[in-house]
C-alpha cells in the first residue's frame, strides 16, 4: 500500500516456448494499459530454456522460475510470494487482456468485502474456427467463459483461472493454490482456483467473489484443443479435479455450482440442440445436445474415479502424492537476543511464517517461530526456548566465541564440481570468518570448464586467503584427500559448496578442539537457509542436522547406555557438511575412503566412515552446536528421490565396510537387533507428517529402502574403483 492507493501485480505462468508468442503478446498488452500494473512477475515452471529466452526478452517484468513443485499451482504459489503489492491478477500465459483490463478487474475492490474478480475469457481461434458440434455450455473445457454463467456483475463461487484477481492477503492466509488439484504441463487438471476460493470465502466470512465480465481476455484456442479426443480427456479430468476439490474442502461447496449447471444449462442445451436438429436439420445442433450428454457423462466417471482414487490415498498421475497444500515460503534466520527488539528480522515479503535460529553472544540456544507479516517481539521468541537453553545463555560456561584464542592454523576446504553459482554465495560468506590464522582451499573435482576456477580467482582479488587446487580424478573423497594433502593447517575443516558460514563458524570449531586434550574431530550446527516450497520441508524433515542440541563430547571410552549401536549409529556426530579434523589425525588414519561418497557408485557414508574411525582410533568427537553454517536443501522433487536413494546406498555401503572389515565386523553383528529396531524407527519417522511441511510423498522412503538393498554390490564396485 502506498499511502492510500491500492497496489496492483499480475502473475503470468509459463512452462513451454510453444507459447512464446502468445506470452509475448500478453505482455505488450499488459503494456498498453488504462491502468497499468505496478508489478508483472512472470513465473517459468521448470524450464531453464524458457527461463532465459524470458528474463532476456521480457525486461519490464520480474522473470522468476517456479521454486515449489512442478505445475501451475506451485507457479501461481511462487508468484503471489514474489509480488508485494496488494491485489494479484492471474493471467494466462495464452491469453491477451483487453487494453482496460486491469482497471476492470480492479475496481470493485474498492468495496472491502470484495476478495475476489473474475473476468470473461472469450476463445480467440487460432488455426481453426469454433467446432461446430462443441456447445457454449462446455467453452470451461477450451478455458474460455461458457453459457451458465451471469452476464452482469454478480457474485460467483471462482473465477475463471484465465482471467482472475484476488486479494494478496487473502491468498496467503488461506495457504494458497493447492498442488495435486491444478494443471501440470499439458496434464489436463484443474479446479485449483476453485478450491482456493472456498478456502478464502471460508476464512472470511461475508467476503464475497464477484464476476465483472468487461474485464475481458482473449483466450487463445489451438486446433490440438478442438477435437473430440481433447473434449473427452478434459471432461474426465475435470471430473477427476472435483472429487479432489471434494476431498479438500467437502462436496456442498466443491459442487454447488455444478448442481445448478447440470440441472438446468445442461438439459436446456440438449432440448435446444434436439429441437433444432428436428425442426431445421441443423447437424450442428444435434451434435452439441449429443456432446453435451458425453461430456456430463464423461466428467461424471472422472468423477467417480477420482474418488475411488481418494479413497485409495493415490494421487495424480504426475504427482503421486495426493492433493497437498503447497506451503508458501518459510523465511529462515537469526536472532542474536543480546541486541534486544532491534536484533529481531521483520519477515520479508510473502513470508507466511518465521524460523529463527536463537543465540546469546553467539551461543545457538535454540529455535523459535512466528507468523509472517511483522518482526515478532523478542519476548515471544524468548519463552520457545527451553529452561535448559536459557540457563546456558545466562551461566556463560563457555569461551566467548569472539575471545576464542587462534592456537591453531586452520585450512577450510570446499569441495565443488560446477556448481560456480552455489560456490560464489559459499565464498562470499568465506571471505567473512573473523578466525585469525586462516586459509582456504577451492578443490575444483574433475572439471569441465574453467567457471569454477573463474570464480575462485574473482574472491581471490577481494580474499587472498582464498587458493584455488584442482583435482582430475572425481569423487568428493577424492578432493578431500587432495585437501588433504595441499592442507598447511592443524586443523582441516570442511563445508558444503551449498552452504554459507557464519562469521564465528571456524572461531567455535576451534573451541570444540579447546574443550579436551583427545578431541581429534569437532562437528558443527547445519541450519537450514531456506524453506520456501514442501521440498525443501520434506528434506527438513529426513536429516536431523539442523536439530540442536548442547555441547556434547563422545569418545569410545565413555559409550552412552541408551545408545546400543554406539559408535555405528547413522548421523549421531553429525554430517559432511560441517565438520573439522585434527590434520595429523587424519593423515595418520589415510584420509577419507574413495570407494564411499558423492562420486563413487555408493553415492555416499564417507562422512560416517570417517567418524567412526576417529573414534575407534582413540580420539573424541566434539558437537559445538555454536560452529553454523546454513544449507541450502534440494528444491526440486526429482533431485530429492536421488538424494534419498544416495543416503540409503551410502548408509548400508558404509556397514558393508565395516562387516568386510576383520577389525570391526563382530562388534558390528553385535548390535544388528539394536540396528533393526533404529530402521524401524527410521521407517515411522518416513510415514509421519513432517515438522515442518506436509506428509512427503510415501515413494521417498521406498527410494531410500532400495538405496539401502543396493548398498552393499555399489560399495564393492566402488573398492574396485578406487584399486584401479
Known amino acids: 500500500m502506498t499511502g492510500s492507493r491500492t497496489t496492483t501485480a499480475v502473475v503470468v505462468c509459463a512452462y513451454t516456448e510453444e507459447r512464446w508468442g502468445d506470452l509475448l ?3 505488450r498488452a499488459l503494456q498498453r494499459q488504462t491502468l497499468p500494473p505496478d508489478e508483472v512477475v512472470v513465473v517459468i515452471d521448470h524450464n531453464d530454456a524458457l527461463l532465459r529466452r524470458a528474463r532476456a526478452t521480457l525486461t519490464a517484468a520480474t522473470v522468476v522460475p517456479n521454486r515449489l513443485e512442478r505445475g501451475l499451482s506451485g507457479a501461481r504459489n511462487t508468484g503471489a510470494a514474489e509480488a508485494s503489492a496488494d491485489l494479484l491478477l492471474f493471467l494466462d500465459d495464452d ?153 479438500v474442502v467437502g462436496t456442498d461447496g466443491a459442487l454447488s455450482s455444478e448442481r445448478a449447471y447440470s440441472t438446468r444449462v445442461l438439459p436446456a442445451a440438449v432440448a435446444r440442440g434436439v429441437a433444432r436438429a428436428a425442426r431445421h436439420g441443423d447437424l450442428d445442433a444435434g451434435a452439441q445436445a449429443a456432446a453435451v450428454v458425453a461430456g456430463f457423462g464423461t466428467t461424471a466417471a472422472g468423477y467417480a474415479y477420482g474418488l475411488l482414487t481418494a479413497a485409495r490415498g493415490a494421487g495424480t498421475p504426475d504427482q503421486g502424492a495426493g492433493a497437498r497444500r503447497e506451503q508458501l515460503p518459510v523465511a529462515c534466520g537469526e536472532v542474536e537476543l543480546t541486541r534486544g527488539q532491534a536484533g529481531v528480522p521483520a519477515p520479508p515479503p510473502g513470508a507466511a511464517s518465521l524460523r529463527l535460529l536463537l543465540r546469546s553472544r553467539g551461543e545457538v540456544l535454540g529455535y523459535a517461530t512466528a507468523p509472517g507479516g511483522s518482526a515478532p517481539r523478542l519476548e515471544e521468541l524468548e519463552r520457545q526456548l527451553t529452561p535448559a537453553a536459557r540457563q546456558r545463555a545466562e551461566s556463560g560456561e563457555s569461551t566467548p566465541l569472539a575471545a576464542v584464542p587462534a592456537d591453531r592454523r586452520v585450512t577450510v576446504a570446499v569441495c565443488t564440481r560446477q556448481r560456480p553459482r552455489e560456490l560464489e554465495r559459499c565464498l562470499t560468506s568465506l ?44 569423487g568428493l573423497s577424492r578432493a578431500r584427500n587432495r585437501a588433504l594433502r595441499e ?101 595418520r588414519l589415510g584420509g577419507f575412503d574413495e570407494a564411499l561418497g558423492a562420486g563413487t557408485p555408493s553415492r555416499g557414508g564417507e562422512d560416517l566412515d570417517l567418524f567412526v574411525r576417529v573414534l575407534n582410533a582413540g580420539a573424541a568427537i566434539a558437537q559445538e552446536p555454536s560452529a553454523v553454517v546454513w544449507h541450502y536443501h534440494r528444491a526440486d522433487l526429482a533431485a530429492l528421490r536421488r538424494q534419498v536413494y544416495g543416503y540409503g546406498s551410502g548408509l548400508s555401503a558404509f556397514y558393508a565396510k565395516l562387516l568386510a572389515d576383520p577389525t570391526t565386523r563382530t562388534d558390528v553383528l553385535k548390535r544388528v537387533p539394536a540396528g533393526a529396531a533404529r530402521l524401524a524407527l527410521l521407517r515411522e519417522r518416513a510415514a509421519r507428517p513432517g515438522r515442518v511441511g506436509d506428509r512427503p510423498p510415501r515413494d521417498l522412503f521406498a527410494r531410500e529402502l532400495s538405496g539401502m538393498a543396493a548398498g552393499p554390490l555399489l560399495y564393492w564396485r566402488g573398492r574396485r574403483g578406487a584399486q584401479r
Open 95 to 247: 491469453a491477451v487482456p483487453s487494453d482496460d483490463w486491469v482497471q476492470r478487474s480492479t475496481t470493485p475492490f474498492e468495496d472491502p468485502s470484495v476478495i475476489g474478480v473474475g473476468g470473461w475469457a472469450v476463445p480467440q481461434w487460432r488455426g481453426s474456427t469454433r467446432p461446430g458440434w462443441l456447445p457454449e455450455s462446455f467453452l470451461w473445457v477450451v478455458g474460455c467463459s461458457y453459457e451458465g454463467l451471469p452476464r452482469h456483475v454478480a457474485e460467483i463461487r471462482n473465477p475463471i483461472g484465465a482471467t482472475m484477481a484476488l486479494r494478496r492477503s487473502s491468498v496467503l492466509d488461506a495457504g494458497g493454490f493447492t498442488s495435486g488439484i491444478g494443471r501440470v504441463g499439458k496434464h489436463p487438471v484443474g479446479c485449483e482456483e476453485t478450491e482456493l476460493s472456498i478456502r478464502m470465502r471460508r476464512l472470511s466470512p461475508g467476503a464475497r467473489i464477484l464476476l465483472e465480465p468487461a474485464a475481458v481476455v482473449h483466450h487463445r484456442v489451438t486446433a490440438e484443443r478442438t477435437t473430440g479426443r481433447y473434449f473427452l480427456r478434459r471432461c474426465f479430468w475435470e471430473g477427476y479435479s472435483k472429487a479432489l476439490v471434494a476431498r
Open 431 to 474: 571471505t567473512g570468518l573473523t578466525y585469525a590464522d586462516l586459509e582456504v582451499l577451492v578443490v575444483d573435482n574433475a572439471p569441465r570448464d574453467d567457471s569454477t576456477r573463474e570464480v575462485v580467482q574473482r574472491v581471490a582479488r577481494v580474499d587472498p586467503r582464498v587458493r584455488y587446487v584442482r583435482e582430475p580424478a572425481p
Open 487 to 587: 592442507a598447511e593447517g592443524d586443523v582441516l575443516a570442511f563445508t558444503d559448496d551449498d552452504c554459507r558460514v557464519d562469521p564465528l563458524w571456524v572461531d567455535a570449531l576451534v573451541r570444540g578442539f579447546q574443550r579436551r586434550e583427545d578431541v581429534g574431530c569437532v562437528t558443527g550446527l547445519v541450519s537450514t537457509a531456506s524453506l520456501e516450497d514442501p521440498v525443501e520441508s520434506w528434506f527438513e524433515d529426513r536429516v536431523s542436522w539442523s536439530e540442536v542440541h548442547p555441547p556434547a563430547l563422545h569418545a569410545r571410552s565413555s559409550a552412552p547406555a541408551d545408545e546400543p549401536l554406539f559408535p555405528y549409529a547413522a548421523g549421531g556426530f553429525g554430517t559432511g557438511a560441517n565438520f573439522a579434523v585434527d590434520t595429523r589425525l587424519l593423515r
Open 25 to 27: 503478446d500478453g505482455y
